[in-house]
């Protein structure tokens, strides 16, 4: 029986590793060896530090993570999206190999780099968001939060939508400067003139801003899970009669993966890996972020790489 290494918290504040067996593989399943992963700063964080506004409660040992890009070693009998040697993202967090069912797997092809793979999941969470709006290329949209979400969101406004005017409100120089690259404009809004407002960065402060900044009638919608601090509406909701939309998970993770993958289209995508790491590094790498006070925008994890 294969087994697989798991990089988790094995108690409370506590990263290690630990063994499973892997089930037996199934007729719609795939066998995939990690070759690279990542790490969600904004989803992962607040679950190590038991901080996650959405937990009800934690067991130990507790995974984490849903980005992962490997190959393809095996496939069950009825499977027939991918074959040994492909190359795919999936959605199993931060271990070796596993058994991953078909439905949930994202193939990718051979030309994709590892990071620009690893970042079709959280494109595709940010499209969805996007793609519920009334948009055109001369809406004018507001972002508030440049981290991962933020900036794909900005990316996806562009390059799908051809929004023309995209501002953002982000209070970190560093991140905001990706954001420029793709299109996007600084500003500290101070009237209520935007058609669209877009919530990434999880603070009420942001979301204050954006409720004062959008324009009567117009549309905020939430892409922040809400794990970090609760989101309340402000006197200026009600004055303005706006609308909220919620967005969670991805509209459809392989068609998503065709758009973004077709062309060159994800040559445009920003790198937004600031820091790398291994898997065999990656128990102190947890324990670094959860003591550190200037937080990358997000983690590599090299499989192929040893420390």
């Given amino acids: 029986m294969n087994t697989a290494a798991i990089c988790c918290l094995v108690?409370?504040?506590?990263?290690?590793?630990?063994?499973?067996e892997l089930p037996s593989l199934g007729s719609h399943d795939v066998h995939v060896r990690t070759i690279a992963g990542a790490i969600s700063i904004g989803?992962?964080?607040p679950q190590w530090l038991e901080q996650d506004m959405t937990a009800t409660d934690y067991h130990y040992p507790l995974e984490t993570g849903y980005e992962s890009y490997g190959?393809?070693?095996a496939i069950g009998d009825a499977v027939q999206i991918v074959k040994p040697g492909d190359r795919i993202v999936s959605f199993y967090g931060h271990q070796d190999q596993a058994i991953v069912p078909e439905s949930k797997v994202i193939p990718v092809p051979a030309h994709i780099s590892p990071r620009e793979a690893l970042l079709s999941i959280l494109s595709c969470d940010a499209a969805k968001g996007v793609r519920k709006l009334t948009l055109t290329s001369n809406s004018s949209v507001l972002v508030s939060?440049?981290?991962t979400l933020g900036l794909l969101t900005v990316h996806y406004l562009r390059h799908y939508v051809n929004v023309r005017q995209i501002d953002i409100i982000e209070p970190l120089a560093s991140r905001a400067e990706f954001a420029r690259p793709l299109g996007a404009q600084i500003v500290m809004p101070d009237s209520d003139t935007y058609?669209?407002?877009?919530e990434c960065s999880g603070r009420q402060a942001a979301f204050a801003a954006?409720?004062?900044?959008?324009?009567?009638?117009?549309t905020i919608c939430v892409l922040s899970d809400g794990n970090r601090e609760a989101l309340t509406l402000t006197p200026a909701f009600h004055a303005k009669e706006l609308q909220i939309v919620a967005s969670s998970d991805g509209w459809d993770y392989r068609?998503?993966?065709?758009w973004l993958f077709a062309d060159e289209r994800h040559t445009t995508l920003p790198d937004l890996f600031e820091q790398e790491t291994t898997f065999s590094n990656l128990a102190n790498c947890f324990t670094s972020l959860m003591q550190s006070t200037e937080l990358p925008i997000k983690v590599?994890?090299?499989y192929e790489q040893t420390s």
């Fill in 11 to 20: 108690e409370p504040k506590t990263p290690g590793h630990v063994t499973r």
């Fill in 43 to 45: 989803a992962e964080l």
């Fill in 71 to 73: 190959e393809v070693l």
């Fill in 145 to 147: 939060g440049m981290g």
């Fill in 195 to 198: 058609d669209v407002a877009i």
């Fill in 210 to 218: 954006l409720q004062s900044a959008v324009r009567p009638h117009g």
């Fill in 255 to 258: 068609q998503h993966a065709d």
């Fill in 300 to 302: 590599f994890v090299d």
